[in-house]
């Protein structure tokens, strides 16, 4: 497993075996926070929320330390840390939250944590946001989604590139009348319209079903590299591949052909980056849905696109780190 990384995604379930209320993340529904405003008044309400936020800002850096005493290397960050700050319905803004300055300090605390522990860090906005959309209102509400997630990258101090990844679904299926190039110049024109942060850490993934599954998304990210210079990797997920497959449905030529994308565009230093890619295994009875643990000695493979390159699998079962320490234990 020398360089397999087996990556932490969101959740720690050893954490929250020890206290469930200390190490969850807390949420708040747009009902729930409509009813506060009516209740104890807009201010008040607002006073929640940013508890709330701040306490999923103190999670993740109990999570982080949790990681470098298990040796886990990377942590997907949890999309659920801003509960409603980009509901457009809601209407409230991250500068009205009375602790902005406590959050602010608790994510830098943990990107030096982070970094002084060689833990890499990424993030899976949800599916909702679809950068190829024909809707002019849903790729708006895309574009403030993803502008506020890298601005949250931003805060924990990652870099803007591909090491610290933003992945997402494409989560389209061209029309009768629109060709791949059409979706991925209408995805390119969007894209040109978020913050850098976003720009430069956009990653792509194969999706379990539709249009996007690893052919497609490989002939996707090419079409944008060769026609506009926008290098958008493609996030392998083994799962997806197994619902959705391509026409070669084999594991590690399907992983090779997707590590090949990640490739840093800097002046004069060109080379591959270690890709982020997803590890899981289907449950028997419904197969896109994550199993608890995975099978014995499911390991993911060995991708060699260079000698001893890092290769970055955020484990999803919904054991999390204590579905991680049985793989280890029986690789």
Known sequence: ???????????????????????SFRTMTRKRFNDLCEKDGRTKAIQELSSRILHNCRTTRYILRHCIANKIHHYRLSSA???????????????ELPHKISIQEELKFAGKIAKAFNITIGSHPDQFNVLASPDRE??????????????????IGLPKDHTAPMNIHVNYTPKADETLEVVATRFFRNLSMCDKGVYNRLTIENEDKGFFNVDN???????????????????????????????????????ERCAYTWVNQGEGDNHFLAPVFHWSEGNPEKPRSHADYFALGNLPPHIAIEPNKEVKWECEVKGKDKAIRLLRKYA
Not at 2 to 10: E, F, M
Not at 81 to 95: A, E, G, H, N, R
Not at 226 to 245: K, S
């Open 81 to 95: 840390l801003f509960p409603l700050i980009t509901d457009d319905k809601t209407d409230v803004s991250y500068d």
């Open 1 to 23: 497993m020398s360089n397999i990384i087996l990556g932490l995604t969101c959740i720690s379930e050893e954490l929250k075996e020890k206290d469930k209320k200390k190490y």
């Open 138 to 155: 849903k790729v708006a509400r895309t574009i403030n989604e993803l502008n506020f997630q890298a601005n949250v990258l931003d805060m």
């Open 217 to 255: 998304c490989i002939k996707f990210s090419d079409y944008l590299f060769e026609t506009f210079q926008a290098n958008i990797p493609v996030c392998y997920d083994n799962l997806h591949d197994f619902c959705n497959p391509s026409e070669d449905h084999n594991i590690i030529f399907q992983a």
